[in-house]
């Protein structure tokens, strides 16, 4: 055998060789990627009230934020929430005040809130939330709890639905860190107001 056919058989080889390992790599890299909420997930995550249809401009409400663990220890909890206005308003018509952590988690559960956000831009309005437990043993929680709080207050008529992504809103398990997140209802919470504002209904007086 000539040094030519032996040289092409080796780079044969190894052509066939490097092909072999990029798809393996490939594979291990989709096993291991953060998964999104899964289908048979165990947790579960929702707004309350899920609906407000009769706000009037002026008018401040608060959302919770529940969330369940069927009794499994978890590590923390990630949120994003997202909804829609018109672009070309230079606000939403029921925009966030303030997102406010559950203190009960914070004093009693030792969590620490590394994100409560707010922002709103070119037509899109997103609450961004990080939760994390720092106790060695996790959180579990057989029934609901509140993850956080959203303020809105109504600037003008107008009709917002949030909705969660379901790439970036996570519960994270303590023992594994995998996802134990069932996919939540979207949209998640719908709120309407009315162009009417609460001292528009006063009567004055003669």
């Known amino acids: 055998m000539n040094n030519k056919v032996l040289y092409s058989l080796l ?8 092909a072999a390992t990029g798809v393996i790599l490939v594979q291990q890299n989709q096993t291991n990627a953060p998964k999104a909420t899964v289908p048979d997930g165990i947790a579960t995550i929702q707004l309350d009230p899920a609906t407000k249809l009769d706000l009037s401009v002026g008018d401040t409400f608060s959302v919770d ?12 909890a990630t949120v994003k929430l997202e909804y829609q206005y018109d672009s070309s308003s230079s606000q939403p018509p029921i925009a966030v005040t303030d997102v ?7 004093n009693d559960h030792q969590w620490r809130y590394t994100t409560t956000d707010y922002s709103a831009s070119n037509g899109t ?9 720092t106790s060695i043993d996790g959180y579990t929680a057989s029934g609901d709890t509140n993850l956080a709080t959203i303020n809105f207050i109504v600037r003008s008529a107008g009709t917002v639905a949030l909705s969660f992504d379901l790439t970036e809103t996570k519960i994270t398990a303590k023992s594994t860190g995998d996802d134990l997140l069932a996919p939540p209802a979207n949209p998640a919470g719908t709120y309407s107001s009315t162009s009417t504002s609460n001292d528009d209904n006063v009567t004055p007086t003669p």
């Open 65 to 76: 934020i529940p969330f369940t663990t069927s009794g499994i220890a978890i590590s923390g």
């Open 125 to 133: 309005a997103t609450i961004s939330i990080i939760a994390i437990d």
């Open 11 to 18: 780079a044969i080889i190894v052509l066939v060789a490097g």
């Open 100 to 106: 406010v952590p559950n203190t009960s988690l914070v």
